[in-house]
């Protein structure tokens, strides 16, 4: 059974870290693209980061998250994780971790989705 599961969501200052991670059972990351989508509160869910399948060493950020988010993979734990660095207050959202089994983040971030987790909410508040 395919399953992503996220975790290390929370609440945090503004100016401060969280690392997410999504962790894959029943596939193996190490071929697919794996992506971070966020959902504001009110909003719809939209593309942050992603990275391709090994082979193509590929990352994308959103504009609003570059310089301030990596992302990143662990093949052999089946991870992928979200450094996610100076958290504002628009950072604020359910991040959902998503996979592309062709390896390709254009086609993920173009919204053609295989797998979801169900989401970890991060809170960016005094």
């Known amino acids: 059974q395919v399953q992503l599961v996220e975790s290390g969501g929370g609440l945090v200052q503004p100016g401060g870290s969280l690392r997410l991670s999504c962790a894959a059972s029943?596939?193996?990351?190490?071929?697919?693209?794996i992506g971070w989508f966020r959902q504001a509160p009110g909003k719809e869910r939209k593309g942050v980061s992603c990275i391709s399948s090994s082979s193509g060493g590929i990352t994308y950020d959103v504009d609003s998250v570059k310089g301030r988010f990596t992302i990143s993979r662990d093949n052999a734990e089946n991870t992928v994780y979200l450094q996610m660095n100076s958290l504002q207050p628009e950072d604020t959202g359910v991040y959902y971790c998503?996979?592309?089994?062709?390896?390709?983040?254009?086609?993920?971030?173009?919204?053609?989705?295989?797998?979801w987790g169900k989401g970890t909410l991060v809170t960016v508040s005094s």
């Open positions: 998503a996979a592309r089994y062709d390896g390709e983040c254009q086609t993920l971030v173009a919204g053609f989705i295989d797998s």
């Open positions: 029943g596939f193996t990351l190490d071929y697919s693209a």
